[in-house]
Structure formats: structure tokens, C-alpha cells
């Protein structure tokens, strides 16, 4: 059977065409988190979430943030001050937004918050915090790995 060069380049096309659509029905399926649902909102007070940054740099003692895996626990140490911290810490998972939770800032009276971590699961989480003392407000980000 000879086919023409036409008839060839119509099956050429249309194998394309064909191809192209079912890329796009694929693309169609495919999940796409934002990173915050209300980024540009964020965007637009940056530069009070660098004045935050720059107010926990300025700390005589930074938070410090330690995970450990033996007993499964975060631990977090606030510079000691004359008034307690209030604020909150946020717990982001980037592949999977549905596992993301907030809690509450509580030091006990050392300046130390132990935060079960039995309630996440393994991988990476970018854990924001966000706390005051009096009227000074600080922002602090870590990065752990649970493995």
C-alpha cells in the first residue's frame, strides 16, 4: 500500500494534535498549592516581617530551636526576659499543605516550650515563629528534618 506525502503529514498532525491534548489533560489533573493563600497580602507587609527579623537578630540570646529524635520532641528556648512571650508558632509543611497547624507561644517560667513532635509526619517542616515581648515584636524561621 503506498500512502502520498500528504496523507502522511495529516497522520503526523493529527498524532500531535492528539499528543498536545493529552499532555494537557494530564497538566489539568495535577495538584498546585500556593505556598500562603494570601501571598500578596503578605508581600505587601515584607518590610514589617524584616523589622521583626532584625528585632530577633538584635537579641542578646537568639531562640534556639532543637528537634530530637530519641524522645521525639521540639524543644525551644526563649532569650529570658521580664515578661513572658506571646505569639505563635507555625508549622509548614512545603510539599502538602493540609498538614500545616499553628500553636500557641507558651514558655514555661525558664523560657522553655516542649512541643510533642509525634503529630508530624517525615520530612522536611519550616517552622515560623512569630512571638512579643511588651510592644517588640521578633520573627524567627527554622528548618527541620523528621525523619
Known sequence: MNISWGWRIAFAY???????LFMVFLC?????D???????????NYEQQI?????????????????QTGNNQITVRYPKTAEPAKGTIAFFRP?????DFSIPVQ?????IQ???????????????????VG?????????????
Open 51 to 67: 523589622q521583626k527579623q532584625k528585632n530577633a537578630q538584635r537579641l542578646e540570646q537568639n531562640v534556639q530551636l532543637q528537634y
Open 34 to 44: 500556593l505556598v500562603a493563600e494570601n501571598y500578596y497580602e503578605q508581600e505587601l
Open 107 to 111: 514558655p514555661d517560667t525558664g523560657g
Open 14 to 20: 493529527c498524532g500531535f494534535v492528539v499528543f498536545m
Open 114 to 132: 516542649i512541643i510533642d513532635a509525634a503529630q508530624l509526619k517525615n520530612g522536611l517542616w519550616r517552622i515560623k515563629m512569630e512571638w512579643s
Open 28 to 32: 489539568m489533573r495535577q495538584d498546585v
Open 135 to 147: 510592644k517588640t515584636p521578633y520573627y524567627t524561621e527554622k528548618t527541620i528534618f523528621k525523619e
Open 95 to 99: 510539599s502538602d499543605k493540609t498538614l
